[in-house]
């Protein structure tokens, strides 16, 4: 839509303020002279004026003869081919002859006195027909016109979108999103107008966003309570019972202790993944860059669940190629493939096989990391990657995981400029694979 400056607005106002009475008055002078040639209309009072005088001296010679019809019909001859109207009165005052019964409209209106030898004779009105009268009204209805249709413009394209601005204003500060803007065709406005639906959509996506992390935080204290009471649960029950001497036997008393180590151990890591969650997703954690061979990492995270792999005689195989060197923070990286490894062994049968593998290709190191579990399903898969998610195939709790784990690896990966996805292999088992960019060489 083709706009206009307000400057401009304004000028075409002010043009049509000057040009439609001017309009109107000429129209207004062809109605009444048949002609648009003022020039015309200067010899037109010319010859009045000589109309006038002849009908002036014509009365003022025929004093004598006023009341005589005769004179006043060739009186009335000459009125009507000037259209001039007369009034004669005597010195009295008292009425001897009109031309006209009614005072004509739109006429001026001049007096004489009429004097023989210093004494008053008589009293001569002329109603002189107003030759400017019509097109001085046409002017004016033509001021009135401009003035009216400026008006009804400037409350169209000024007026009314700023007032419905305005009140969309007081929508948004009342909560109301669903706000419909005017359009303007002057320029100023029309900036205006795209500027505040700018803010608005801003506005509604960090409300809307808003509201989510606000739903997202009940969910994950509701989850997290849920979470932190089973283990605590489980602990205080032992520890009363160790209180109460119900493990009265060396091996019961040990059994005790081991349950509660393992409830503690498993509310740590909870904790931990908490933290590490809370950090990655809310805070703007700083990642210490440094030069990293990825498959080292690849192989401290094997080894430091080695034990939980061997207890379920697990066997975890690591095929890295040479050079798969990354710039990242090392510490969250080996956090994040722990996450994973760490899934894998949770969901991978007694006497499974995990396989994880790297490579280089083109700009990035690729990874995978294989189980021989029984996968995702389809609702696992998408959301798996959701905080506090687990199948309810985990539910038990008795593969200790808080569901938070996924989603810390794939957040990491994403902060270093990578992606991970989950899916299931073809021959059967989770397979968690995605990649990371590789280090810029020397």
């Not at 006038?52 to 010679?61: M, N």
């Amino acid at each position: 839509m083709r706009t206009l400056r307000i400057r401009t607005f304004t000028l075409l106002c002010f043009v049509l303020l000057l040009l439609l009475p001017w309009i109107f008055y000429v129209a207004g002078h062809f109605m009444e002279t048949k002609t648009l040639r003022f020039s015309e209309s200067r010899a037109q009072n010319e010859v009045l004026q000589r109309q006038l005088s002849g009908i002036l001296h014509q009365i003022e010679t025929g004093a004598d003869q006023w009341k005589d019809p005769n004179w006043q019909q060739r009186l009335n001859g000459r009125l009507e081919q000037a259209k001039i109207h007369v009034v004669i009165a005597s010195a009295a005052d008292q009425e001897i002859y009109r031309s006209s019964p009614k005072r004509p409209a739109l006429s001026s209106t001049e007096r004489y006195t009429l004097l023989e030898n210093g004494r008053v004779i008589g009293k001569v009105v002329l109603y002189l027909p107003k030759s400017s009268a019509m097109p001085m009204m046409a002017a004016f209805a033509g001021l009135l016109l401009a003035v009216f249709i400026i008006g009804v413009e400037m409350r169209r394209f000024l007026l009314k979108p700023l007032e419905t601005m305005s009140h969309s204003a007081r929508q948004i500060a009342e909560g109301d999103w669903d706000v419909k803007l005017p359009a303007s065709k002057i320029t100023e406005i029309a900036e205006v107008r795209d500027g505040f639906d700018v803010m608005v959509k801003g506005l509604r996506t960090s409300y809307r966003k808003q509201a989510e992390l606000e739903e997202e935080r009940r969910f994950v204290i509701a989850a997290v309570a849920h979470d932190l009471r089973t283990p605590l649960f489980a602990l205080r029950g032992y520890l009363d019972g160790l209180e109460q001497g119900i493990a009265r036997s060396p091996e019961k008393i040990s059994k005790y202790v081991a349950v509660c180590k393992e409830k503690s151990a498993q509310l740590d890591r909870l904790v931990e993944d908490l933290f590490t969650f809370t950090k990655m997703e809310y805070v703007e954690t700083k990642l210490h860059h440094r030069p990293i061979d990825f498959s080292h990492i690849l192989q401290r995270s094997a080894d430091s669940l080695s034990p939980q792999a061997q207890q379920k005689q697990i066997a975890i195989s690591i095929e890295a190629a040479d050079g798969c060197i990354i710039s990242g923070d090392e510490h969250l990286l080996e956090r994040a493939m722990n996450n994973l490894l760490d899934n894998a062994v949770r969901h991978t049968p007694a006497q499974g096989k995990i396989t994880v593998e790297c490579y280089k290709e083109g700009r990035s190191i690729k990874f995978a990391i294989r189980d021989t579990g029984t996968g995702f399903t389809p609702e696992e898969l998408e959301r798996v990657f959701d905080p506090l998610f687990r199948g309810e195939t985990s539910r038990n709790r008795s593969t200790g995981g808080s569901g938070l784990g996924l989603t810390i690896s794939r957040t990491i990966i994403r902060r270093h400029g990578g992606e991970l996805a989950a899916s299931n292999h073809p021959e059967g088992g989770a397979l968690l694979a995605g990649f990371v960019p590789a280090a810029d060489p020397e």
